[in-house]
């Protein structure tokens, strides 16, 4: 999940800011590479939160 979000979000991003212009490539490769060091390991922080919000907000049937 990491991986695609922080490819398409650094990819959109870095479009809107620049345009497509010439080396827009490995302007976003760098992007995504940074992203994605962020957007890692802060699944692993936030998941257990959505998971319990989930479960609070989802009835469980019997």
Do not use: D, Q, R
């Not at 962020?38 to 989802?58: D, E």
């Amino acid at each position: 999940m990491a991986l695609i979000m922080s490819c398409i979000m650094s990819l959109v991003i870095s479009i809107f800011n620049v345009g497509l212009i010439p080396g827009i490539v490995l302007m976003w490769l760098k992007a995504w590479g940074f992203a994605f060091s962020v957007a890692f390991p802060t699944i692993f922080i936030v998941s257990p939160l959505v998971h319990k919000l989930v479960n609070l907000v989802l009835v469980k049937e019997n």
